[in-house]
């Protein structure tokens, strides 16, 4: 385990005061963007909580969103009672960005709690202002003997599986958030904009499954206010307000925060939708992200709809966040023997051979919203993440990762772990060039986990182009099996501060470790 000391959750009381009133201002299901029952007349009020995002040592990013027009202020302390605390004076918040609104954080000290309060103010009066939120988080350490761990997971509200009173919504976050991780790493499909969310939906045993539903989640989303409204339906659960206000996000995308399998250029041929251009709906969909998703890389014109990025975390690791959505190539039978735009982009790939090799962490974790080796098809023909289905020599996407592992091998680059979801069940692949048609790179471990809040899938197949060996997997035997059939999967990595290994647990909802595998630092490959 690592070394870092624990900040228990019961000594967390100004954060969870904090959570509670905002828990209370959302009554369910009240209907989205009504102002708060207990609401000062006149005075702002942040009701869907507060975020913290992509922290580093020194550097945090802090989320709210606001019922009316507000200036946001933010205050930090190192402890709850927030004596000598530093102001940090953020923007006025309008309908404009949906009354959100972030706040950056700089020179903080490394390896510390930070306790942190928001408060939203009139912006005509400054006297006037809300009831503050509050919430915490924990920096990256300076000194590497601290250790760090973290979790991992994706797809949320999906296949028509939403926020269930009946079960206490989404629970599976209050277990991860008594974890007490340094971050939470999201893979993805942190929204389904594509899936509707039904009042209620019979199981196969005549079991009744009942969700809460709003306006925007009653079709797919196609306007910029529709995808809105699928990043507040989330919040409306407290068990996930509660755990943003507590443990801080590394969040990227995948297609279901725009439709189904997307890519860059299709034209939709799906009578759901009246917009049939997938850029403009990803346009719409990407200024909801970046206005409800704390990213660092989504603040200011130059970075404007970047999501790739590295989340530096102090000495023991780097977090290599990958957007294999926004650059990829249209999805097609993958059988051509060159493709320079594959999955990632020739730039974005140029980025992250670049970021690998100047990385001087010990570990490298590079975030993929798609699985490398599971097949994932795409229709009849076609595929929509890397592998095709061919064991044989890389074609189609398989080109780009191929020279990106050639790089790591040849590079010498340390302590490289893919993580992933996506596939809606959790399992850990092990690849080696012994048992691959291509053989020019270093054995590496792949591990996926998900979903947090959606239907369970049965496993997919392997493609041998890299020699991939399913070394353990937990999947449900049928497609789209409901929460209340089958447990959520999340997973948790530790890095051991003294030894510097790197633990990866395999979680179920209920507390069970399904799987674990250790692995040793400073290695090219293992």
């Given at each position: 385990m690592s070394n870092r000391p624990r900040i228990h959750t019961p000594g967390r009381r100004t954060v969870l005061r904090g959570s509670l009133l905002a828990s209370a201002a959302?009554?369910?299901?009240?209907?989205?963007?009504?102002?708060?029952?207990?609401?000062?007349?006149?005075?702002?009020?942040?009701?869907?909580g507060v975020q913290a995002g992509d922290v580093t040592?020194?550097?945090?990013?802090v989320w709210v969103r606001s019922d009316r027009p507000a200036r946001m202020l933010v205050e930090t302390s190192a402890t709850e009672s927030f004596r000598r605390a530093r102001r940090w004076h953020g923007p006025l918040v309008g309908p404009g960005t949906d009354f959100t609104g972030t706040t950056p954080l700089y020179g903080l000290p490394a390896g510390?709690?930070?306790?942190?309060?928001?408060?939203?103010?009139d912006p005509h009066d400054p006297r006037r202002t809300g009831r503050p939120v509050y919430g915490t988080f924990r920096t990256a350490p300076a000194r590497r003997r601290d250790g760090v761990r973290f979790l991992w997971s994706g797809d949320i509200?999906?296949?028509?599986?939403?926020?269930?009173?009946?079960?206490?919504?989404?629970?599976?976050?209050?277990?991860?958030?008594?974890?007490?991780?340094?971050?939470?790493?999201?893979?993805?499909?942190?929204?389904?904009?594509?899936?509707?969310?039904?009042?209620?939906?019979?199981?196969?045993?005549?079991?009744?499954w009942r969700n809460i539903t709003t306006e925007e989640k009653a079709k797919v989303a196609e306007t910029l206010d529709e995808y809105r409204g699928n990043f507040r339906y989330n919040l409306l659960d407290e068990n996930l307000r509660r755990f943003n206000s507590q443990v801080p996000s590394v969040i990227q995308w995948?297609?279901?925060?725009?439709?189904?399998?997307?890519?860059?250029g299709q034209i939709l041929d799906d009578a759901r939708y009246t917009e049939k251009n997938v850029d403009i709906l990803a346009a719409r969909s990407m200024r909801a992200f970046r206005e409800y998703v704390p990213v660092s890389t989504l603040r200011g014109p130059s970075h404007a709809g970047r999501v790739h990025r590295v989340v530096r975390h102090g000495p023991l690791l780097d977090v290599f966040v990958l957007d294999m959505r926004s650059f990829r190539n249209a999805n097609s039978p993958g059988r051509r023997p060159d493709d320079t735009t594959g999955i990632l982009g020739a730039e974005q790939l140029r980025w992250l051979t670049h970021e690998l090799s100047r990385s001087r962490a010990v570990w490298k974790v590079i975030a993929a919203d798609?699985?490398?080796?599971?097949?994932?098809?795409?229709?009849?023909?076609?595929?929509?993440?890397?592998?095709?289905?061919?064991?044989g020599a890389p074609l189609g996407r398989e080109l780009q990762i191929a020279e990106l592992l050639r790089f790591i091998k040849h590079r010498r680059i340390t302590g490289t772990v893919w993580l992933t979801a996506d596939v809606h069940y959790t399992s850990a692949q092990h690849y080696a060039p012994e048992r691959?048609?291509?053989?020019?790179?270093?054995?590496?471990?792949?591990?996926?986990?998900?979903?947090?809040?959606?239907g369970g899938f049965p496993a997919n197949a392997l493609d041998g182009t890299f020699g991939p060996e399913r070394v353990f997997v937990r999947a449900p035997e049928r497609a789209n099996v409901s929460p209340m059939e089958s447990p959520q999967f999340f997973g948790e990595v530790d890095i051991d501060g003294d030894s510097g290994e790197l633990t990866v647990r395999l979680r179920a909802q209920g507390g069970s470790v399904l799987f674990s595998k250790v692995l040793q630092p400073g290695l090219t490959g293992q």
């Open positions: 959302v009554t369910l299901p009240a209907a989205v963007g009504t102002a708060p029952a207990f609401a000062r007349s006149g005075r702002p009020e942040a009701a869907w040592s020194s550097s945090a990013l510390e709690q930070v306790h942190y309060r928001v408060t939203l103010s509200a999906g296949q028509g599986w939403g926020i269930n009173p009946d079960i206490g919504g989404y629970r599976v976050y209050d277990e991860m958030r008594r974890l007490d991780p340094d971050f939470f790493l999201c893979s993805g499909d942190s929204i389904y904009a594509d899936g509707v969310i039904e009042p209620s939906v019979t199981l196969p045993d005549g079991r009744i995948d297609d279901h925060e725009v439709r189904n399998n997307w890519y860059p798609m699985p490398l080796g599971l097949v994932v098809t795409d229709g009849a023909t076609d595929f929509e993440a890397v592998a095709q289905g061919d064991p691959a048609a291509f053989k020019d790179f270093a054995p590496f471990w792949e591990f996926v986990s998900g979903p947090l809040a959606a």
